[in-house]
T-cell receptor, first 115, second 114 residues
């Protein structure tokens, strides 16, 4: 069965401090994993993706994520938060377990950056 | 390459009226998705097409929502009759055959039902 759990609905950090957004997944097959960001009243933007190549994935705006199969995790990190990072972040898992490409979104984590 | 196109971008209707949304995916993409995103929530998959066949419509309220994808290219999503709780952004996405299964999202249609 495919599922994704974002462990925190809200995360608050001070500007300049590290960001950690947690995501755990379940998939019967080799999954692809994605992080999307959505700023208020804006569309979904792909931050980064994992597709069975390097386990440490670098994305846009200084974000990166590490695929850990043993922990079934794909946490999103950034060394230093900027005010512009305040947004909602979605972790997404995708696989072809059912014979077609099935995609599941997490419930989202709202990131607040305090000046 | 051109992105996923959606129209209209905004629509305001009264409850019990009908409305239709249009989506044109990226050329060559076999899989097309319609999502509903209610304010403050994550996207919820309504229906997924592979070419012109439906592979998942388990969360589509079939008594009022319908969707079609003629010739495996563009798609329409219809709501008839609309309810207040249908107010949301309707997102269309498409994906191709590459291994990543990456979805490409359109800008969305913001529906307000009054």
């Amino acid at each position: 069965a495919q599922s994704v759990t974002q462990l925190d609905s809200h995360v608050s950090v001070s500007e300049g401090t590290p960001v950690l957004l947690r995501c755990n997944y379940s998939s019967s097959y080799s999954p692809s994993l994605f992080w999307y960001v959505q700023h208020p009243n804006k569309g979904l933007q792909l931050l980064l993706k994992y597709t069975s190549a390097a386990t440490l994935v670098k994305g846009i705006n200084g974000f990166e994520a590490e695929f850990k199969k043993s922990e079934t995790s794909f946490h999103l990190t950034k060394p230093s938060a900027h005010m512009s990072d305040a947004a909602e972040y979605f972790c997404v898992v995708s696989d072809r377990a059912g014979g077609y490409q099935k995609v599941t979104f997490g419930t989202g984590t709202k990131l607040q950056v305090i000046p | 390459e051109a992105g996923v196109a959606q129209s209209p971008r905004y629509k305001i209707i009264e409850k019990r009226q009908s409305v239709a949304f249009w989506c044109n995916p990226i050329s060559g993409h076999a899989t097309l998705y319609w999502y509903q995103q209610i304010l403050g929530q994550g996207p919820k998959l309504l229906i997924q097409f592979q070419n012109n066949g439906v592979v998942d419509d388990s969360q589509l309220p079939k008594d009022r929502f319908s969707a079609e994808r003629l010739k495996g290219v563009d798609s329409t999503l219809k709501i008839q009759p609309a309810k207040l709780e249908d107010s949301a952004v309707y997102l269309c996405a498409s994906s191709g055959w590459d291994r990543s299964y990456e979805q490409y999202f359109g800008p969305g249609t913001r529906l307000t039902v009054t």
